[in-house]
């Protein structure tokens, strides 16, 4: 072959060992990063997977407790106002109630003021305090 | 350590590459033969290292493939193999196109081959590590068990 007058020359010795010296240089600088950045790196798969998702869940966690507590004053909120309702609904129909039996006795055959003084007066004290407070 | 199917089928040329390197290599030293081009074109030290980098860079980019620990640690190992790798071959397409010419075509071709897609497949490693870099500060999970 041709061989031994073709293969001596210096460049390509030289590009030879260039290519070498920069893939073992680059190989080594490599290695030697991935030795040294291998706790970041580490931190970045496992690490940063709980970080990552302790960050994302530690909101959602806190609104969920702020909902909570909504929801619950809410609720007692409704709980007092059915409450209320309840209580207004039993005033409205005691007045009624009252307002009926006065009609009657106002319109009765023999009504005279006394008379309707005299009941009014008795209702006053007696019957509507039959179902607890009034407001 | 995602299943050896899963892992090997992505990158077939590459684990065949890596594969086969430390074979070459390995046969080189048994047999104590060398490519004449080798012989011929390449300072004594160089070739000696050339012929130990073949076992290593395919042993190591084996490892690098197949890294049981952090997904990072493992690309890194492999972007050091396929950066030397990429040398190595480039350094045997040098010597054989110097020593042979126009008759190592095919052999330089295949060879180039070789070194070119251990350098894309490196850049592309460098990708990967400064994605998985910047997982964390978008507040995005790699996903655990696909690729660990």
Known sequence: ?135 | MGNFYKRTTHRVYEFAVLVTAPVCGVLLVALNVRPQSVELAMPYAIKISWEFGLIVVGVAGLLGMFWPGQLGTGLGIELAAVLMLGAIAAMYVVAVLAVAGGQAVVAASFVSAVAAGSWLRSAEIVRSLRMLMRLPEAGVCPSPEGET
């Open chain 1, 1 to 135: 072959m041709t061989a031994q007058a073709s293969g001596s020359p210096y460049w390509v010795q030289l590009l030879i060992s260039a290519l070498g010296l920069f893939g073992g240089a680059s190989g080594l600088g490599v290695l030697a990063t991935v030795a040294m950045q291998r706790r970041k790196l580490k931190a970045d798969t496992a690490g940063a997977l709980t970080d990552a998702a302790l960050a994302l869940v530690q909101p959602l966690r806190s609104r969920v407790t702020e909902l909570e507590t909504e929801a619950l004053s809410v609720r007692e909120q409704l709980t007092a106002s059915q409450r209320e309702l309840r209580e207004l609904r039993t005033t409205v129909w005691d007045l009624t109630r009252t307002l009926q039996r006065w009609r009657e006795a106002i319109f009765a055959p023999g009504a005279t003021v006394r008379r309707i003084q005299a009941l009014v007066m008795e209702e006053d004290r007696g019957p509507h305090r039959q179902r607890g407070h009034v407001q």
